[in-house]
């Protein structure tokens, strides 16, 4: 095929980073030697593709998605860049790229500064790649060195402003305060001291028809007042108290609260306070010290009052969506004659509206009458037929035998885990004897190194379940647990901690059925079909 039958398009990148760099990286830099290029060697530029501020550890990058779209339809059969890291920083994807995608669409691929021409093939690509791989990371490294200096020296260097703050036009690494969302923040604390939950605040000012943060957040405040009146989303009780918990608002910069699990990663995990960086009086405040103080306080207080004054229901805790698997939660309901207590699915509760689970609701009063008059039948039962050596070999024996399928399990994938190591160290010096080709060596790793991943994960979940019951195993005191029923049969108000100690837990599904799961099996001595609840 001739030059004069390629259509080009031609791919500019620039990340953040390079963007701090000289000219020579620029847009327009990488336009003018491709077009340089393209001359020479006559070839015709159908489009440019470029995209500006996005990094090379990823292709969620909208003009290199338009490319993929315009080679999908015909439009594109070549596609030059100025080099390798344009295209991407990251190895495998990159070369996933060059030596799958391109190659399965019939694409030549041009990388002029590396000299790389995908009709010719260069053996030196995958160094290239791997090259390009090792400056992401050390990139990242620096990066967090860099941002993590200016941290502890109070700037701020989130994308968006803190709620309640907007970023100063004159300097974006300081916050100034936010005359619109700042007062609705001094609100939360106000209100919190006067004694109201954070599930009531939630619903005030959802009702107020306030946005939610994640709907007003902007660097500036640009079309703030439009997002006064629609999209408002829903305030949570969660955000309220994130909100009425936070430093910030002391006029106290708290940064580095969470962190990514690695640099081609965007999963964080939050850290500890004691990693966190905390710089003191580094903006206005919106609320001071007392007010604060009063409100932290009073959240403690309101956390303390519903564990020593709340009902705490027999059942509660235990009662589980057979379904989705999540809890049932159990409301207050005050009457003009008496107060009345209903159960509901909280996933339902949450997510009715998109159609997800059932309510599942049911009087928990009688409910618990219900239980309460079954588990005192169950008792009964067990004591009368109970035979405590043939309980606990059966027990030992079904905790031994789990035991044992668990350890084979675990000696299996570590025995894979050993295979595919080595297999990847096989490969590796197969790559530098030249045995495989790099297209070769970059599928066939890839594909194990995402097999070892998969390993990693059943070994640590099996490692866990293996540990959990042991303790199951140990803690299997079937004389223990008959004094516990003994306890249980004796009390006329028995307890909820009693019941978590009897009960693992109580499934009731979408017709109202219900099943009870003792701690131990003791199912052999009663018939689970003889609970009736009144509806």
């Known amino acids: 095929m001739t030059n004069d039958k390629y259509l080009v398009g031609a791919y500019e990148r620039l990340s953040k980073e390079d963007d701090k760099k000289d000219d020579s ?71 996933g790229y060059i030596e799958e995608y391109f190659l399965s669409k019939q694409v030549r691929f041009i990388a ?34 860099s941002f993590d200096a200016k941290r ?29 969302t700042s007062k609705i923040v001094k609100q939360m604390f106000e209100w919190v001291v006067q004694g109201l939950g954070t599930s009531t605040i939630a619903h005030r000012l959802t009702k107020a028809k306030i946005p939610i943060p994640s709907i007003y957040k902007k660097e500036d405040r640009a079309n703030h007042q439009n997002k006064l009146n629609d999209g408002f989303g829903i305030w949570r009780p969660q955000t309220v108290k994130n909100i009425v918990s936070d430093q910030m608002y002391l006029g106290h910069m708290v940064q580095s609260r ?34 604060f103080d009063a409100a932290q306080q009073e959240l403690s207080k309101y ?36 107060i009345q207590h209903w159960t509901q699915c909280n996933y339902y509760s949450k997510y009715s509206k998109y159609g997800m ?34 309980l606990l070999n059966e027990s030992m024996q079904i905790c031994q035998k789990k ?28 790559r530098l004897d030249e045995i495989i080709s790099v297209k070769q060596y970059i599928l066939m790793s890839k594909k194990i190194e995402n097999e070892l991943s998969d390993l990693a994960g059943k070994k640590n979940e099996l490692t866990k379940a293996m540990f959990l019951y042991k303790n199951d195993c140990l803690d299997n005191d079937i004389e223990k647990y008959k004094q516990l029923i003994k306890d249980f049969m004796s009390f006329k108000f028995p307890t909820n901690e009693l019941m978590f100690q009897l ?23 009663i018939d689970m079909d003889c609970i009736e609840v009144t509806r």
């Open 25 to 95: 990286s620029s847009i327009e830099s990488q336009k003018m030697i491709i077009e340089s290029f393209a001359k020479f060697n006559q070839l015709e530029i159908i489009k440019h593709y470029s995209d500006d501020g996005f990094t090379g550890s990823n292709f969620n990058r909208p003009a290199f998605e338009a490319l993929k779209n315009d080679i999908e339809k015909g439009l594109i059969n070549c596609v030059v860049v100025k080099d390798l890291s344009r295209l991407g920083r990251e190895l495998y994807e990159t070369g």
């Open 112 to 145: 002029i500064n590396d000299g790389y021409d995908s009709n010719v093939g260069d053996a030196m690509l995958g160094i290239r790649l791997s090259v390009n791989d090792l400056y992401l990371r050390d990139t990242s490294k620096k990066i967090r060195s």
């Open 152 to 180: 502890k020296k109070g700037d701020y260097i989130g994308s968006f402003a803190k709620y309640g703050y907007q970023k100063d036009p004159q300097n974006p690494k300081h916050l100034i305060i936010d005359p619109i």
């Open 258 to 291: 969470w962190k990514k699990l690695s640099y081609n990663s965007k999963k964080l995990i939050e850290l500890p306070p004691s990693s966190w960086i905390i710089v003191k009086n580094t903006h206005e405040p919106i609320i001071d010290q007392a007010l």
């Open 303 to 338: 956390h303390k009052y519903r564990s020593r004054h709340e009902k705490r229901f027999l059942f509660q805790g235990l009662l589980k969506c057979k379904e989705c698997g999540h809890n049932l939660s159990i409301s207050t309901r005050k009457t003009k004659k008496n």
């Open 357 to 390: 689970c059932t309510s599942h609701r049911l009087n928990y009063d009688l409910l618990e009458k219900d239980l309460l008059k079954f588990l005192k039948f169950a008792g009964k039962k067990f004591l009368e037929d109970y035979n405590y050596e043939c």
């Open 403 to 430: 035991l044992v399928e668990l350890k084979n399990s675990l000696n299996k994938v570590q025995r894979e885990i050993l295979k595919k190591e080595s297999m990847l160290t096989h490969l590796y010096e197969d």
């Open 503 to 525: 009960i693992d837990k109580i499934e009731i599904d979408k017709d109202k059925n219900i099943e009870v799961f003792f701690k131990v099996n003791i199912s052999k001595y």
